[in-house]
């Protein structure tokens, strides 16, 4: 999909906040924007003078965690928050699907930076370096499901977001990050291969919030004809969103400069083939109302790829610039 008719269906929300431990408070707002309008406003740069004079970078690590549960605890609402879901479960999707988008992602960045004139290695060099021999040594699992990783817990608890799956494009380790314990041998790698190791995350959610407490959406306008008319209405609305989001490169010299998405990003597609309400595995699930999303895999593919590609695409380009 082009970059125009992506910006065309940019959405922005603010943060989500907590007023106490009995009330949700939320804040979404959904604006068009002109098309015109420069996607780098919605990230931040940190000391990115250091790319100046870049020459190459190493394999571009880009990871993906893919929110596959969301909701709210009963202990995080009060009787106004009734209409929050304690569990919105993803469904019709397995492990190949999200790695599909990954690896897709992953070529479109590489793509782009070559496109742009950027010297980008091969793998090979990179995988048998000690330097990130080490940095995959002490990689997290990926293609599994698990609690939202430390990196994203303050923005996972106060989005809803639950459960995720992190994929790696092109199967590389999930390195994710070269800060802190990494630092030392993410150093050596990038002196030893004289090259820039970037490593591009985000996360991605399949459903927002209303921002009035009273106000849900009805599910049925979302769901493909035919669906059965009892689809209930929700205080959640099915979007494409990126809640968020790095790129961060380490220089060889140990120099670092990154890109931090600062305003979550959400996208409308028709991507989901039913819901239904199903039997909580705990009895505040049973409680407090769960439900499985199913969606069209195909249709939920696309439209990540879309919206994920837009972005590395935009970041390939800044990343060109800044190197001269």
Not at 264 to 287: L, Q, S
């Amino acid at each position: 999909m082009p970059l125009r008719r992506l910006l065309r269906r940019l959405a922005w929300t603010a943060v989500l906040v907590s007023a106490g431990s009995a009330c949700l408070c939320a804040q979404i707002k959904v604006t068009g924007l002109d098309a015109t309008l420069d996607a780098t406003t919605f990230y931040r740069e940190t000391t990115w003078d250091n790319l100046h004079g870049l020459k190459r970078l190493t394999t571009p690590l880009v990871n993906l965690s893919f929110v596959t549960d969301s909701g709210f605890r009963l202990s995080q609402r009060d009787e106004t928050d009734r209409s929050l879901p304690t569990s919105l479960r993803l469904a019709g999707l397995q492990p190949a699907d999200f790695q599909e988008i990954a690896d897709a992602v992953h070529t479109a960045f590489v793509a782009e930076l070559k496109a742009q004139g950027v010297d980008v290695m091969p793998y090979e060099p990179l995988a048998v370096n000690p330097g990130f021999q080490e940095l995959a040594y002490q990689a997290p699992r990926s293609g599994k499901e698990q609690d939202v990783p430390q990196t994203y817990q303050t923005i996972a608890g106060i989005s809803g977001a639950r459960k995720t799956m992190t994929l790696v494009g092109h199967h590389c380790p999930w390195v994710e990050s070269f800060m802190l314990a990494n630092f030392l041998p993410a150093t050596r790698l990038t002196r030893e291969l004289e090259a820039t190791l970037p490593i591009v995350s985000f996360l991605v959610e399949f459903v927002t919030y209303s921002s009035e407490r009273t106000t849900t959406y009805d599910w049925r306008e979302f769901l493909p004809a035919g669906h059965p008319p009892e689809a209930p209405p929700l205080r959640a609305r099915p979007q494409i969103f990126l809640s968020a989001g790095t790129a961060a490169f380490l220089t060889p010299d140990g120099q670092t400069a990154t890109l931090t998405l600062t305003t979550a990003i959400g996208y409308e597609h028709a991507f989901v083939a039913g819901i239904r309400r199903t039997r909580g595995r705990d009895r505040e699930e049973r409680k407090g109302g769960s439900y499985e999303v199913t969606v069209d895999p195909a249709a939920y593919k696309q439209a990540v790829i879309d919206v994920l590609k837009a972005q590395v695409v935009m970041i390939a380009r800044k990343l060109a610039a800044g190197r001269h």
